[in-house]
């Protein structure tokens, strides 16, 4: 199985470089974030026509996120089902060949010390409870997204420039690796990857990309049974080029078959 988490930043904006994308590297389970677009207004058949399966839980203009497989996705829960009102659509969870797959896109935070800064703390707090709940249950469960958090120095081409923003403060930092430690989740790009930045993110302006300056904020975290079957994984690097990209390239893991 390969499995594939992508923030498309808007996929009307992105919908024939996805499916392009899709076309040349065949994942089994693409997760999506950023969609940007209600469920009514989402592109169905665009997908369904190469063969996925769809499940959807968007916003117009803002958030959203979406699971695509080869198989059915069954059991799709959309938000964290935990009795606070969502306003946002940033979780949809389907179980799809055996694998809980769970797209994810936390908040940005914006500022530090602003209202969006302490509703991504809150919005972390929320999914570390919700993952502490299910992943007893949930042997093989995948956690993919845009955590809008770079774990550690070597996820950042700068950190001392970066360590004073939302995406990189001890604050934030530490409610990721609480969250991921109390579930007992595997960070598999890490694992697989050691001492390798897989930045996965470059700003737009300033020729961020082209001169290497990005962050690894995309994740898949793993449960350490699902972990055991992961036998490679990376940053497709290649799909932040061209004209009118995501500013988020696709990342990846290969599991074995169990």
């Not at 969502?86 to 994810?104: N, P, Y």
């Not at 509703?119 to 995948?142: D, N």
Request: one cysteine or more; aromatic letters at 8%.
């Amino acid at each position: 199985m390969r499995l594939v988490t992508w923030n498309v930043n808007g996929i009307r904006a992105r919908l024939e470089r996805v499916r392009a994308w899709i076309g040349e590297h065949g994942p089994d389970v693409l997760c999506l974030q950023e969609t940007k677009i209600a469920d009514d207004a989402f592109p169905h058949d665009a997908f369904t026509e190469l063969g996925y399966y769809v499940a959807i839980h968007g916003q117009r203009s803002w958030n959203g996120v979406a699971i695509l497989s080869r198989t059915p996705l069954d059991a799709v829960q959309r938000g964290f089902d935990d009795g606070v009102e969502d306003a946002q659509a940033r979780l949809i969870a389907a179980t799809t060949g055996g694998v809980r797959v769970v797209s994810a896109y936390v908040p940005n935070g914006e500022t530090i010390g602003s209202d969006k800064y302490a509703f991504k703390l809150a919005w972390m707090t929320r999914l570390g409870a919700w993952l502490r709940r299910i992943v007893p249950e949930t042997p093989r469960l995948a956690l993919c997204g845009d955590f809008n958090v770079a774990p550690a120095e070597l996820d950042v081409h700068d950190p001392a420039r970066w360590i004073d923003t939302v995406l990189f403060t001890p604050e934030v930092r530490e409610a990721l690796e609480t969250l991921r430690q109390d579930a007992g989740l595997v960070d598999v790009v890490r694992r697989l990857n050691p001492g390798q930045p897989c930045l996965s993110w470059w700003d737009y302006r300033m020729l961020a990309f082209p001169k290497g300056r990005g962050l690894r904020i995309d994740h898949i975290f793993l449960t350490p049974a699902l972990d055991a079957l992961a036998s490679a994984a990376g940053v497709d690097r290649n799909a932040r080029k061209g004209a009118q990209p995501s500013d988020h390239a696709p990342v990846w893991v290969e599991l074995r078959r169990a």
